[in-house]
C-alpha cells in the first residue's frame, strides 16, 4: 500500500511538472510574441515617418534644383564651378534662400581630385563661419553613390538637429560628375513623435523600447531615442554591450536571451530586435 501510494505521488509530481512546464513555456512564448508585436508596430511607425521624409526632401530638391544650371561646369585646375556662367563659389544666394523658406540647411560641393568639398554652404559653426572647405567623406554612403553619378537619401544630424539629407550629383555637359547638391530637412517634429511613442512604450515593471542606428559597424552604433543616452555612442555609453549588440545583429529571430541592461531595469534581461527597412534597430528590453 505505501508503494502504491508512493508511486502515485511520484506520478503526480511527474504531470504537475510536466504542466507547470508546459504553461511557462507557453506563456513565455506569448510574452516573446506579444513584445515582438509592439517592438514591430513601432519600427512600422519609423519606416512611415522615413518614408514620408524621404518623399518630402526630393519634392524639395526640386525647388532647389531649380536655382542652378542643369550643366554646371568645373575648371579643374581653379575648382572654380559656374552655373549660367556665373561662379557658384562663396555665392550664399541660393543657399540662403533655402534655409530661409525651409527651415531647413543647403550646401553645393564641386568635385575636387577624389573628394567633394563644399564651396558654399548655409551650415555655420558655434562662432557663426560657414562651414567652407570641408570635404564629403570617403566613408559616408552619400559619397559612394556620388562615385556612381546617383542621388542619396539619408538621416543626418547637424549641430544636434535632426535632418532628413538629400544628395543630388549635378554633371557636365559630358556627362561626368562635377559637383553635389545637398539639402536638409529637418525633422525634428516626426523626431519628437518618435521619442513620446517610444518612452510611453512599456512592458511589465522596467521593460522598455530603445532604438539604435547601427550605421557602418557597432563601433559607430549610435541610440537614436533612448530616455537617457540619446544621440550617444552605444558602446561609449554601455561599454560592457559589446557581445550583447554582435548577438542582436546576428539573431535570426531577434531574440536574444541574456541581454546587456541599456535600460534602467530588471537584473537579467531578455530582448527582441526588430529591424526597420532603414536598417535600424527597434529593441525591446523585458
Not at 559607430?220 to 558602446?235: M, N
Amino acid at each position: 500500500t505505501l508503494l502504491a501510494i508512493a508511486l502515485v505521488a511520484l506520478v503526480l509530481v511527474l504531470v504537475g511538472t510536466a504542466m507547470w512546464w508546459l504553461t511557462d513555456r507557453n506563456t513565455r512564448a506569448q510574452v516573446v510574441r506579444s513584445v515582438g508585436d509592439t517592438a514591430q508596430s513601432v519600427a512600422q511607425s519609423l519606416d512611415a515617418a522615413d518614408a514620408t521624409n524621404r518623399e518630402l526632401v526630393q519634392r524639395t530638391m526640386k525647388g532647389f534644383q531649380r536655382e542652378f544650371d542643369a550643366s554646371m561646369q568645373l575648371n579643374e585646375s581653379t575648382g572654380e564651378l559656374s552655373s549660367y556662367g556665373a561662379p557658384v563659389n562663396g555665392d550664399t544666394t541660393a543657399v540662403d534662400k533655402f534655409a530661409q523658406e525651409t527651415g531647413g540647411i543647403a550646401s553645393v560641393f564641386a568635385k575636387k581630385g577624389n573628394d567633394f568639398v563644399a564651396i558654399t554652404t548655409s551650415i555655420k559653426n558655434a562662432q557663426g563661419e560657414r562651414q567652407m572647405g570641408v570635404a564629403l567623406e570617403h566613408s559616408s554612403p552619400a559619397y559612394v553613390q556620388a562615385q556612381k553619378g546617383e542621388p542619396y537619401a539619408g538621416r543626418t544630424v547637424v549641430d544636434g538637429k535632426p535632418y532628413m539629407g538629400y544628395m543630388l550629383p549635378v554633371k557636365n555637359s559630358g556627362g561626368q560628375v562635377v559637383a553635389l547638391l545637398y539639402i536638409g530637412n529637418d525633422i525634428s517634429v516626426f523626431e519628437g513623435m518618435l521619442e513620446k511613442q517610444v518612452a510611453q512604450t512599456h512592458f511589465f515593471e522596467h521593460g522598455g523600447v530603445y532604438v539604435i542606428d547601427p550605421r557602418q559597424s557597432l563601433a559607430d552604433a549610435v541610440l537614436v531615442a533612448h530616455p537617457t543616452a540619446r544621440g550617444q555612442k552605444v558602446l561609449q555609453a554601455y561599454p560592457q554591450a559589446q557581445e550583447f549588440l554582435a548577438a542582436l545583429g546576428s539573431a535570426e529571430d531577434g531574440f536574444v536571451r541574456h541581454a546587456t541592461p541599456v535600460l534602467a531595469g530588471a537584473d537579467d534581461p531578455w530582448a527582441l530586435v526588430r529591424k526597420t527597412q532603414g536598417g535600424w534597430w527597434v529593441v525591446a528590453e523585458v
